[in-house]
């Protein structure tokens, strides 16, 4: 079929014409309805389900040649739907639990067809709503290490790690992250939002050059240091949850870039939970309670993540490439380094630049988010700045700690 | 035509049959005729001339599918034909005057055909006789400088630098330095050569975890920091000279690396010359007067590499993607740290690996070459583990002043 964008009207008969859609998932004689979900930011998401039961029910997500949210003076390739179909099904060989499962691609119409999680909620509205996930950890650490070290030189044979970087380069995406969370938020940019109270605030850190060229080192990084087909955008928005599943979606900004970039998403986010927790919970014990549980989160994320990472070096190493216990535990310290410098970053351009989170835009006083957004600018900088001077998660936990808003802005 | 090995017999006819290669080169009426010069170590290379006038002359290169000098024990991708002739062609856009000429490729012989320089000697063996090359290190600094800014994220626009990495995996000839430079030199392997001699220092080396993580890290690195496309092979035996001009010859090895592995080549190399050199120089003074050369020829080739790169950096950056004066300045510190600890590497394989160099190999008395040998490892060694505390090319310097011998071997 040659490509379109799909409607209501018309999703319902591009999944009947499906076969292996409608054997995995419906029924003879189930009758489908379709519903456009609206809630991505670029591409069209529609919910197809049998009336009979709405429990038989799959996601049909469409690539747009633009992001939806902002229309077509913001292009971007639909080539992302190919990445996504391909990530999906690579992530699925190494760590199945956590990925929705795909029941078609598309290569014509740049749709997939996949599992609806139904079930499970976007991580970001569960943390603003003071959810606890008590099996959270536990599943991302394991994902990110499975899909990490499978897909890096540590494991696979030289020339299949080379062929599978070649394969998954993603100009478009890339540049997106690289303009977005990299180059604008640091600098005077159009696209730029923030918070009119931060001003001076904002001002300062676009003019610290010490800042701004170490964003450019950690830029660098990102655009050369090709470690493992990370994920790409593993924010708490790319995270559906509920209380016994945790479930990885959105992988269309994969490529070969540093282990970091992941690891510092996950917890750069969990850091922009603590920061606005006080705009959303009016009791302070309350409020210092999750506060309690996002930083054991924190902590625990690495700390899973670096058991199971040290479990597949232990069993699965390329041993052929790379050997000494001495250069596992520098490895692993750098990792740690990337993650802190990554995390950092990307807590700073959700309040600087176009794409802001939930968990602070929810908070609607401006000064009272204003003192939250603040926090996360001390993190921020505070990681980035120290970043190799880490030496455990405890010091990533000391800085967020120590961390304050840098006026005091309002009451 | 299929592939076949050419000889003496049929490289001449060979030649006949490229129109644009006898234009070029030769007159109409010219009797060619070719002679094997067998001195490569993996691939077929003929001279083919004019017997009226041996100055109209071609090089014909063939790869053979393993490494001449071992035998088909030794497997080689015929491949490296066609990313030879590609980087000719890539080299000769930013830096003519430093490579030669490329008459012809043909990817069915896997053969190029290209300037004869029978006007220049490689270098090593200029260095063995201790000859002045006065613009040495002007040339070469200026190639390096080009040839990697010009094909990095600090120049491309960012698709054409990711299509470019992806179009250069090299998988078969990375294989090779990576177990010949990074990991077969610093492990018991049946490959490893060296000088019984050593015996005590080689062990000590193989069982030094610290140096050996290290040396890890910098194979990391070498796998995954694709920052622009690196020669990947630039020692002293890579580079052709005469007094007037410098030819970097041999780029098959080139892939998407580290900018520091070929600038720590050419430094490296030239300090395995300054430690060779008591080995060919019975006069102390010469000798000394030549080393002092050698040192001030590693000063200028950083310093001309620095000069061409920093004019580059500020005429023809890719202001959309980078930016503050501040960054240039750490991004060239790091280059230089990473230059140290590749030129470190690079050294010590030279003498517990597989390949090594004619420097240290011509001095014929087992113990005279130990002591020379054992001051390179030493240098080697502080290079790669100072590196990241190294600030100016001085440093590098100082520490090569200060190496000596491990053990008084023999008088």
């Known amino acids: 079929m040659p490509y379109q964008p799909l409607t209501e009207a018309t999703v319902v008969d591009y999944v009947k014409n499906l076969p292996e859609v409608l054997s995995s998932v419906f029924l003879p004689g189930d009758t489908l309805r379709g519903v456009d979900l609206a809630d991505g930011n670029v591409n069209l998401v529609y919910r197809v389900s049998a009336e009979q039961n709405l429990g038989r029910t799959v996601i049909v997500k469409q690539a747009l040649p633009y992001a939806r949210v902002v229309g077509e003076s913001f292009p971007m390739p639909l080539e992302r739907s190919r990445i996504e179909a391909d990530l999906l099904q690579i992530e699925a060989r190494y760590a199945p639990e956590f990925v929705p499962r795909l029941y078609h691609h598309d290569p014509e119409m740049y749709a997939i067809v996949m599992e609806d999680l139904n079930q499970h909620i976007i991580m970001r509205k569960g943390l603003n709503a003071q959810v606890v996930y008590p ?3 536990q599943h991302l650490g394991v994902f990110i290490a499975r899909t990490l070290f499978y897909t890096s030189d ?3 044979p030289h020339e299949v790690k080379k062929e599978m970087m070649a394969k ?5 995406l890339c540049k997106v992250t690289e303009d ?11 696209g730029n939002k923030w918070n009119a109270e931060l001003q ?3 001002d300062e850190i676009r003019a610290n050059n010490s800042l701004r060229s170490e964003i450019f080192l950690l830029k660098e990084a990102f655009m050369t240091h090709a470690q493992a087909l990370i994920h790409g955008d593993l924010h708490t928005g790319s995270i559906m949850v509920n209380e016994r599943e945790t479930k990885v979606i959105d992988p269309e900004f994969a490529f070969y870039g540093p282990m970091g970039f992941d690891i510092g998403a996950v917890l750069g986010n969990l850091a922009l939970a603590y920061c606005a ?4 919970v009016e009791d302070p014990e309350k409020c210092a309670e999750y506060r309690l549980w996002l930083l054991d989160t924190i902590r625990e994320v690495w700390n899973v993540f670096e058991t199971e990472f040290r479990r597949l070096w232990n069993e699965e190493l390329n041993r052929e490439n790379w050997d000494t216990d001495e250069f596992r535990e520098k490895y692993i310290r750098r990792l740690l380094q990337d993650t802190t410098g990554f995390g950092g970053t990307k807590m700073m351009r959700r309040i600087l630049g176009l794409a802001h989170v939930l968990d602070l835009e929810a908070i609607p006083d401006p000064q009272r988010r204003a003192t939250c957004e603040s926090q996360a600018l001390d993190i921020g900088q505070r990681w980035v700045m120290n970043r190799e001077r880490v030496r455990s998660i405890e010091d990533l936990i000391v800085m967020i700690k120590e961390s304050k808003a840098k006026y005091p802005y309002g009451a």
Chains 1, 2 share one sequence.
């Open 154 to 156: 540590l494991y696979l």
């Open 135 to 137: 099996h959270f950890a």
């Open 180 to 190: 977005l969370v990299f180059t604008h938020p640091f600098m005077e940019h159009p």
């Open 277 to 280: 927790q006080p705009g959303h």
């Open 168 to 172: 998954h380069i993603n100009p478009g």
């Open 200 to 202: 001076p605030e904002v």
